[in-house]
DNA sequence: ATGAAAACTTTACGCGCGTTAAGTTTTAAG
DNA sequence: CTTAAAACTTAACGCGCGTAAAGTTTTCAT
């Protein structure tokens, strides 16, 4: 089989002209049925394809997509970037993962080779407080953008994400419905704006049921938070410093830390009689079904976020890159009831 | 400041002229210290960059890296790709990150798609028997490819990965030193080939400790190793299907849950004397210090292996794209002793 | 059959940069 | 100061494709 060097060549061997190869390439529906089957007929025998530099060069808009999240090694960024990905791939577009892994600089790094890609659109999950917001606005100022997960206010032209309050409330008002008031169980200085809403969120349903909020903040920075729920329950539990029997931590990751550190103290976690604490959490962690106890948690409604992150960007292409006003979309948790709780 | 369209209008700019400019972009230590200082200077005031697209159009090598995963919500993957991503980008690369997400019609799309990248090299973690061989084998006659974590014989120039019989024989010897001969915990048809490296590196262990290997295999497919393991686990331990009172679980995602398991049917898990089972396992999973109780493991020596796979790339890459011969490097595993036996 | 619209072909230019060739200036050694 | 090598400048071509203009063929409704 010959080796087919560009276009002009494919052009000659399928009997077309290379403007309308060309144009089938950017459209298949657009050049007419008997065309179309001549240059797919010729596709199957040759397997060319266009040199995507010099289209990416060419045309003013490409199909690359970038997908920005802050830490990929958090399987729960890795369920959404692939579920993000297989959306873009459907629609044609090029997708390109890419994770902060928690730095500033590299989130700063990212959008900055990102650039250079010329991307019709980008879904970005930022680091949240440690963001560089300048950076993040220049960025979004140039590249039409949807933010996901974590709220920047007023950065890129949408955001779609969870509604922390819906999580909060549902975890709260179970765990008291089903027996004592929970304690907040939380990271001292969040990286994620989530965690100051769902503090928020737990101090406004608290005092609506006519309880006393107690928060237990813990040291630790970064995205070690298994690590830093870990170390920070071991603390708490040796000072005695919970109020009731209940505890509710700001998100998975520092729950699988406060239960490891339960476990090794020998503290039972659960809802059943010859339990000491009941333990529930947020997000539904992919891996909140294997803990020990397994997690009653909070989901995240995965599938819509996601879906509806791609949807408004290809919304957002189709526009033109602009939207008239700035929206927020917020999807419910659904209570995920397991045996921490 | 004054938007620069392209490279000829930042050398007029910086006052010197576009093919000097272009050779500067390409290695700046190429030019004369007066220029390049010029050019540096020009490039603090105007922010110019090359468009990547033309650079890699007229360039007969890129500056691509593609990085390919198995899996990426596996945090160990996660883990890995972002070594290799931080060492590409130190070494002046791009790379692109993909994960094949346990499928092989994926794993080949993926590899289709990069080659019109034309990449300068690709460090590719294969699916393993669920790869595609000819599709993989095609593909690295192509590219230069470093193949890692899991081998393809033959395939790729080279090869980076784990020292299996040095992770099974610590875990064993570690196991029989200190009580009773593991039975072997692993999945019917494993995806990856070190599994099938490890369960006879586990026979041939105990065969020369002169004990009776005892296998135990559980059904299931795809990546979910955690469900496998908590299901399969349900099953031994209803069936008392245990010959001793220790296990060496194939890898640390079916050990955690074996756990959850074990912990649902109330039995404890360590070495301690109120213990009824020892779970050793292999991997030194993210997660393994957090499960409950935490994993004694045989930790992977993320360090060599990425540190390794990137230069051998690198090598490959300044090579010319070829090796004399095909090498296999394998690191030894470096025993992690938890609480779990 | 007729005409206009739609789709095609041919021709040609442009994108931004790599790269080469020929001529000029700078550098550093003698 | 001489001189040759090294580094530069100018000029020009090519990469593979998008795209526009002008002319030709096909299509399809009348």
């Known amino acids: 089989m010959t080796k087919i060097k560009n276009m002009e060549e494919f052009a000659a061997l399928s009997g077309i002209s290379r403007p309308t190869v060309s144009k089938y390439f950017h459209d298949p529906d657009s050049v007419r049925p008997t065309t179309r089957a001549r240059i797919e007929e010729a596709l199957e025998r040759f397997d060319y394809r266009p040199n995507i530099y010099a289209v990416n060069q060419n045309r003013k808009l490409t199909k690359n997509i970038g997908i920005v999240v802050p830490y990929l090694a958090d399987p729960f960024f890795a369920e959404i970037a692939r579920y993000l990905e297989q ?19 590299l989130e700063n790094d990212i959008l900055d080779g990102l650039q250079s890609l010329k991307p019709a659109g980008v879904l970005l999950a930022p680091l949240g407080r440690t963001s560089d917001q300048s950076v993040i606005e220049r960025f979004c100022a140039n590249v039409p953008t949807v933010l996901f997960d974590s709220n920047l206010e007023g950065l890129g032209a949408a955001f779609i994400g969870s509604d ?36 928020k969120a737990y101090i406004e349903v608290m005092e609506r049921l006519g309880f006393e909020p107690h928060i237990i903040r813990v040291d630790g920075k970064g995205w070690a938070f298994e690590e830093i729920g870990h170390k920070g329950a071991l603390k708490v539990l040796a000072e005695n410093g919970l109020r009731t ?15 490891a550190a339960c476990y090794e103290q020998g503290i039972r976690v659960g809802r059943r009689d010859d339990c000491a604490l009941r333990l529930a959490s947020n997000d539904d962690h992919p891996f909140a079904k294997f803990t020990c106890p397994s997690l009653t948690t909070a989901a995240h409604d995965y599938d819509n976020v996601a879906g509806r992150s791609v949807e408004t960007l290809f919304e957002l292409i189709e526009s033109g890159g602009k939207f008239e006003t700035r929206s927020e979309t917020l999807f419910p948790a659904r209570l995920v009831l397991r045996d921490s709780a």
């Open 87 to 105: 959306s873009c791939i459907a629609a044609g577009y090029r997708p390109s993962l890419f994770s902060s892994h928690g730095e500033q600089k």
């Open 164 to 199: 922390n309050f819906s999580f909060v409330s549902q975890t709260v008002e179970y765990m008291i419905r089903t027996g004592e008031p929970p304690s907040f169980f939380e990271m001292r200085t969040p990286a994620n704006p989530n965690a100051n809403k769902r503090r």
């Open 245 to 259: 029997n209940s505890v509710l931590c700001s998100n998975d990751r520092l729950a699988i830390g406060f239960l």
